[in-house]
């Protein structure tokens, strides 16, 4: 039916004119064919053809409109607006953008056509379907959106840490470690800090705390590793008057109990004892424990993080450590990565010691380029308590206002690329730079997690791509640990 509508449609605009039937048939075969919606009206706004793509994108069907002028169509809300009408009210092309039943989002064109008495004769509408582009326009504008919230966070942390100076941190990674760890202070979610010697654990405990629900109350630090193994118990949970000998007549609260409704921060939690990582995850699954020689409970409410440098998953099948406290323990793992591996933050954090320093003793020390860039070029074994340790001795071994290379007492420092004053001196490839210190990051995270999905997780890539780039790399440059 509608090509018959067409043919005689085509007839009429050429005045007349008569066309061969196959040429029309044959026009009406290219236009049907097209993958752009085709709808076309008399000069009047009546409905006289569409095309199979105008069905697919609008929903509707030829019986719905052929024969109907457009604006009975609107009337009875068929379509929501017509580009056709707007065409012949305004005499000339028009576009809009419309929204269809079907979902699809499309830009419309209505385009007169004019007999040889400049008569409108025939509106033809051609109907694009822009959905794909216009979900990857709303998709960008999210991740537009979580980028700007990203910043933002960021911006935050930034500005917090000025206020809260014990914690610094201008590295990438570090900001964004901040910034997972904020999201999950607000729960009472046990956390699991790990990480070398050093790398500043406590520092970011403390951080949790101060952005956690509970940080108007206490904040208690343990040192598992610093408690002599028969008094863990007692320290942790306290004793009865009369428990043991040497015990205080009236007793003893723990720590746990002074921790209460606050946070308490177990460092070193791999050096608890056996005995008391019993009687520490009781405390984990049910909020109470027992005194030493005491058979009342004691109920508590207390935030638990816990740290350490050792690797625990070795302990769990060495025995040496309980694998339910464990798994109660790393509900929410946090790898604190290596001073090394966060070179942003080697200039923040010795500027803010040497300002301590300065403000202390009243002097106005500096650090030289050559010092700086000795500093960064180092491996720091002992992370940022090293860091503290050398910029103290560097401090004291100054012999005027500026720190020296030489000051700085640091051995085994390879050679820099940059000179005193922070120019070129020699070449260096940096694609070999950056994949050795891609190789590091994947060597650290498998180290701790002991397998490629978890270590490929931590590090936000794909298992098969981390396993194979690893492979590569060890082959091209060995362990970092033989470096």
Not at 59 to 81: C, P, Q
């Amino acid at each position: 039916m509608r090509d018959e509508y067409l043919q005689k449609m085509i007839r009429n605009v050429m005045d007349g004119e008569n066309e061969a039937d196959r040429q029309t048939q044959l026009m009406a075969t290219v236009l049907d064919s097209s993958y752009d919606g085709i709808y076309i009206t008399d000069g009047e706004a009546t409905t006289v053809w569409m095309n199979t793509s105008y069905e697919r994108i609008t929903g509707l069907r030829e019986k719905d409109v052929l024969g109907y002028n457009m604006r009975t169509l609107v009337e009875k809300g068929v379509i929501s607006k017509s580009a056709s009408l707007l065409a012949l009210e305004r005499n000339m092309p028009v576009t809009i953008e419309q929204t269809f039943r079907t979902g699809k989002h499309a830009v419309v064109t209505s385009t007169p056509f004019y007999d040889k008495k400049n008569r409108v004769r025939m509106i033809v509408t051609n109907v694009r379907d822009i959905s794909d582009i216009y979900q990857m326009q709303q998709e960008l504008e999210k991740r537009y959106q979580k980028n700007l919230r990203y910043r933002e966070e960021i911006d935050v942390i930034r500005q917090y840490l000025i206020s809260h100076t014990d914690l610094i941190a201008n590295d990438p990674e570090m900001l964004n470690l901040l910034r997972t760890v904020k999201r999950a202070a607000q729960m009472d979610t046990m956390i699991l800090l790990q990480g070398e010697t050093g790398v500043g654990k406590e520092r970011v405990a403390m951080y949790i705390h101060q952005n956690s629900l509970r940080k108007n109350k206490n904040f208690i630090k343990v040192n598992c590793g610093t408690i002599p193994e028969d008094l863990a118990e007692s320290e942790l949970f306290g004793y009865e008057r009369g428990a043991f000998t040497g015990a205080r007549k009236e007793g003893k609260m723990g720590l746990f109990e002074v921790a209460d409704k606050g946070t308490i921060f177990l460092d070193e939690i791999g050096d608890l004892p056996p005995v008391t990582q019993t009687k520490l995850l009781r405390v984990l699954q049910e909020q109470e424990f027992l005194r030493v020689g005491g058979n009342v409970p004691v109920k508590v409410d207390v935030r638990v993080l816990a740290a350490t440098n050792r690797d625990l998953k070795a302990m769990v099948r060495n025995k040496t450590f309980r694998e339910d406290l464990y798994y109660r323990l790393s509900v929410f793992p946090v790898l604190i990565p290596p001073l090394r591996c966060r070179k942003g933050d080697i200039g923040a954090l010795a500027e803010s010691m040497l300002k301590k320093l300065n403000q202390k003793y009243n002097t106005d020390k500096r650090l030289s380029n050559a010092a700086l860039a000795g500093m960064m070029e180092y491996n720091w074994p002992g992370n940022v308590r090293e860091l503290k340790n050398v910029l103290e001795r560097a401090y004291i071994m100054c012999n005027n206002h500026e720190i020296l290379m030489e000051d700085l007492g640091i051995a085994g420092i390879a050679p820099t690329a940059f000179g005193p004053t922070g120019e070129l001196t020699e070449r260096m490839n940096l694609k070999t730079e950056l994949e050795k210190t891609e190789l590091e990051y994947m060597e650290r995270a498998y180290q701790v997690h002991k397998n490629v999905r978890e270590a490929a997780r931590y590090l936000s890539m794909d298992p098969a791509t981390f396993s194979r780039r690893r492979k590569h790399f060890l082959e091209k440059y060995g362990s970092p640990k033989d470096q």
